[in-house]
């Protein structure tokens, strides 16, 4: 009787793990090939002295790279079309990689999910890897972590 209790409880291990696999599998087939790939950015190791710097070190972030630009073209009927993004500083605290922006009078976000949705979205799409973005106020010493999340659940 225990050898066939020892074989039951192999097959229903067996089989959590096979579900496990599948699970894993049909997420990563499920995400578009570009959140798959993302897009590499080399450093800017010009750091200017700033308060948003000084800001962030406060907070245990340690900058990695100053402002970059990141080029982008889009084909539309066969038309190339440029423009660029840029990301103000790179950060790390915990080996994880936060994108950061920081604000700007004359363009204010809205804090809904459709105005962080309009202008933060497309940083956290380009760079996948990245953990988060930071979005600093300097003026009122604030930093908001705002990372991507799904509604699967």
Known sequence: ???????????????????????????????PAVLRRGLQFELNEDIADHPEVDLL?????????????????FMVNHTKLNSRLFIDY?????DELYLVRTARARQPIEWTGS????????????????????????????????LLDSDDE
């Open 1 to 31: 009787m225990s050898m066939q209790a020892d074989g039951f409880l192999m097959v229903i291990i067996a089989a959590f793990l096979l579900f496990l696999i599948y699970r894993s599998v049909q997420s990563w087939l499920r995400k």
């Open 90 to 94: 790179v950060a790390t605290r915990d």
């Open 57 to 73: 070190r406060e907070h245990g972030y340690e900058v990695i790279s100053g402002k970059l630009r990141v080029p982008l073209t």
């Open 115 to 146: 105005g962080i949705r309009k202008e933060l979205l497309p940083f956290l799409l380009l760079y996948p890897d990245c953990s988060g973005l930071l979005y600093i106020d300097a003026e009122h010493s604030e930093i908001k972590v705002i």
